[in-house]
């Protein structure tokens, strides 16, 4: 059974940084593709990175290239490093899985069906 559990969700000021971690259990290779979203209540989830098996990532525009995703294969984690955080960014994070056929699959194609429970940003101004 696949599972996710993210971590790393904090309080944290304006202009700080934070890593968020999701760690990956019950696959049977590392070809699959991550993604992170995250969500506001009362809007909707927004999709914010994702990474595939070669680690080839991409962002949402929104970022701005303040945020950094990577993965340790070995590890079966996958990391989001924040910078610069604004109000903007305060949000639930999830991370979000699926196998694929290859690792040079490009994640933004993938329908993420595997999540996690979420870990809240708060940026507090």
């Known amino acids: 059974q696949v599972q996710l559990v993210e971590s790393g969700g904090d309080l944290v000021q304006v202009g700080g940084s934070l890593r968020l971690a999701c760690a990956a259990s019950?696959?049977?290779?590392?070809?699959?593709?991550v993604a992170w979203f995250r969500q506001v209540p009362g809007k909707e989830r927004e999709w914010v990175s994702c990474?595939?098996?070669?680690?080839?990532?991409h962002y949402a525009d929104s970022i701005q290239d303040r945020f950094a995703i990577s993965r340790d294969n070995a590890k079966r984690m996958v990391y989001l490093s924040m910078d610069r955080l604004t109000p903007d960014d305060t949000a639930v994070y999830y991370c979000?899985?699926?196998?694929?056929?290859?690792?040079?699959?490009?994640?933004?194609?993938?329908?993420?069906?595997?999540w996690g429970q979420g870990t809240p940003v708060t940026v507090s101004s």
């Open positions: 990474i595939n098996g070669a680690g080839t990532p």
């Open positions: 019950g696959f049977t290779s590392n070809k699959y593709a």
């Open positions: 979000a899985a699926r196998a694929t056929a290859s690792f040079r699959v490009t994640c933004t194609s993938v329908t993420y069906n595997v």
